[in-house]
């Protein structure tokens, strides 16, 4: 059985946290969502998605050992995300950060490898959420294994969303 720490509340190394700007003019808003000029090359996206999550709902919690997500939390909706640093060599081993993300505060959130995370939609309409990760899903032509660690059905798992 896998040992995990003590998670304690705080900011995890690595992680970014950036607000999101909507300029709003009479057509309607435009949000930047990446800049080469402002990401590290090794986070450079690889591909994106899009996914509408419920109210209530929660995806995750899960890692990833090679890959960085960017989570785009936008809006229609807001979210509870929550993050544990599971990297024994990381300074901040240990610690578990809540981030509110989404239509009342727009944010991207950079997810580096190890660090385990997920999300749960507040509701009341669904939620959501644009992902640009640096490594194809299921590698290139999708013929390599998946690279995750998934959390959600382990019954001692530390990392719960609640």
Not at 27 to 56: K, N, V
Not at 71 to 91: A, E
Not at 101 to 122: E, I, M, T, W
Request: with cysteine; aromatic share 12%.
């Amino acid at each position: 059985m896998e040992e995990f720490p003590v998670f304690h509340q705080g900011a995890i190394h690595d992680v970014i946290v950036k607000d999101l700007v909507k300029y709003i003019d009479e057509r309607g808003w435009l949000c930047e969502l990446f800049r080469h000029d402002e990401l590290d090359p090794a986070h450079h996206p690889a591909m994106a998605y899009i996914s509408q999550t419920m109210p209530g709902i929660s995806r995750g919690p899960h890692a990833h050992r090679h890959q960085t997500d960017i989570f785009y939390f936008m809006g229609p909706g807001n979210f509870k995300v929550v993050l544990w640093d599971n990297r024994p060599s990381s300074p901040t081993y240990g610690i578990k950060q809540v981030i509110y993300a989404g239509q009342d505060g727009p944010k991207a959130v950079l997810v580096p490898p190890g660090v385990v995370h997920g999300y749960k939609s507040l509701g009341p309409v669904p939620g959501l959420v644009f992902n640009a990760p640096n490594k194809l899903y299921a590698g290139e032509g999708k013929r390599e294994p998946v690279d995750e660690i998934r959390y959600e059905e382990q019954d001692d798992s530390p990392f719960t969303l609640d």
